[in-house]
């Protein structure tokens, strides 16, 4: 959490996107505005960037009221992946409270997944973060392309993990706000464990997510 | 580190909005003829307004601008109806205007802010990396300087070992060589001398039989013509000088075979060809010997003056000794001074052998003089010298625990001073590292 303030009833929470370079995403950031219609949707910053690369990040803030009258901000931030902008990584990552780990399908990127992936595993125990713990949901991008991994293959390697994986294409679409779901539900239940958003609050994990997207959830919890 | 920025982090209003750029946006207000104008943030304080009294009014308009999806304050413009349409288009546009202001301060902040935290991480990174590499920089060039200094100081070692084994095997050989031809000389020498001894006894009895015969001559009744004969011939045969010559002639040659004799058994101990091992010797018997090695070279107006004490015997490998010896009396031979007198001494002082090389030679130089134990130094000829002499004399010497010095003014001969501790049952000390 970046921060709670009790004077002024407000919690800022912080989701963000990690993956190699190029995964998508920016464009899984650039998909989610488009495609959600919530009324505590702000405005798409993305940061400086050098032909199309990512140098900072991209921020997607959500800004919801919880029946109490507690005053929730949701900053979904996207990382730099080139592996040059580490420094910028670690910044990004600090106090998240969930994160959405990108992967590229194309089976010509499978190293720069495992290798961005031991990076994020690295960086969290920089900040401080126990990846045992923090919200996580995995997501395969570009299942729109030829060449990609299995989506059997995928599940061999992470059911036994546990870990949710989505299949999704940022460019068409498809899993992107199943994706931004999931993370924003797990995202609930572990912010809800400590602040007890539901029995103090008012706020269910539905009506959260369903604040937050602007639509009725496609997915079960 | 709890007071680092941490991206994400909340902005307020006044962070991104300037008072003097909202300002600006409502002055347009004011001149389109807008009576009040005021920028509220989202608890309605004002940050800036222009106008008086803000009730009363027929045009109003409070609409709200939002930073990051939450109400961030409201732009308020109010004036009479009159020109309410320039108004109302005039207060869209300064809420268009500020929206634009906003964000780009908004994105400009978070840029900056990510920036300088990545920046100020990097170079703490940085920092602390340098340091790491300086030390590990420093840690790498003692290494390495150190390395050299003990690769050329092994070098220097090993080139001196070279020197010295080359200088003893030499030496080694030249006593082999020497005490193969002794071997050699000892057989023949053995029945020359005993050939000698055997003529002596019988020209003893030729002598006495020839003076048995010239008495019975003298007695007998022989014809005066053969006594003539006979004493003509005795004078021919010079006979008187025969008989009294021939006895130094054989006493010389026995001297002559004695002395090769002994010269032989000398070279043979010089080299100590038959002993490979330790042996209690006699420091004054090994002077002894060497001098005698070295007698070829000692020039005829050469004095060699023995000033020996008794000793007692000193446990040492006597072919090594000797060597020690030989080289400080070579040189001393080798000055080519006329008229040289060396005068060797020993003595017993408090369970040490003091041994001093005195010579009248020309003495050594003061600029040299604390050079010539070291290996490879040498005031001959190139070709003449290795250099090695005294450096082995110090070797040897010091590997018994003993000490070498030399007192010396040039033009005033030189005194070499060895001193050797008696108790030496023990093992030789091992040279150390200077």
Known sequence: MIEYDELENKMVLKLVYYGPALSGKTTNLLRLYDLLDSEGKGDLTVLDTKDDRTIFFDLLPFFLVAPSGLKIKLKVFTVPGQVKHDATRKAVLQR??????????????????????????????????????????????????NNIVAEADIKKTWGPTGVPVFMASAVEGGGIVETFEKLAGLTYSSIDKRYHLSEKHGLDENTFVRTLTGRTRLHGQ | MDN????????????????ADAMQLLQNAAKAGASYGAVEDAEGEILCHFGPSPDGHVFNIKKPFYLEGEIAGYVVIKGDGANGPVLKAVGEAAYDALNIVLKSNHRSLLATETHRTVINRSYEELLQTCNMLKESEIKYRDLAENLERQVSRRNEELKQAHAKLLHQEKIVSIGQLAAGIAHEINNPLGYIL????????????????????????????????????ANRKWLQYKLDHVLSDVDDLIRESIGGAERVKKIVSDLRGFSHIDETHKADADINAEIDRTLSVLAHEIPGDAGVVRDYRPLPPFTCDPAGICQAFFNIILNSLQTGKEGLKLVIETRCVDDHIIILFSDNGPGIPEKIINRIFDPFFTTKEVGKGTGMGLNVTHEIVTSYGGTVNVESRAGEGATFIITLPVNTKQKPQIKKEE
């Open chain 2, 194 to 229: 005993s050939n000698i001894n055997t003529l002596k006894q019988y020209s003893a009895k030729m002598k006495e039989m020839l003076a048995f015969f010239r008495d019975t001559l003298s007695k007998t009744e022989v014809s005066d013509a053969d006594r003539e004969a």
């Open chain 1, 96 to 145: 998240a409270d969930g994160v959405v780990f990108i992967a590229d399908s194309q089976l010509s990127e499978e190293t720069n997944n495992f290798e961005s992936f031991r990076n994020l595993e690295e960086n969290l125990r920089f900040v401080g973060l126990d990846i045992e713990k923090v919200p996580l949901v995995v997501q395969f991008n570009k299942r729109d392309l």
């Open chain 2, 4 to 19: 680092e920025y941490i991206i994400g982090s909340d902005v307020k209003l006044k962070d991104v909005l300037r008072e």
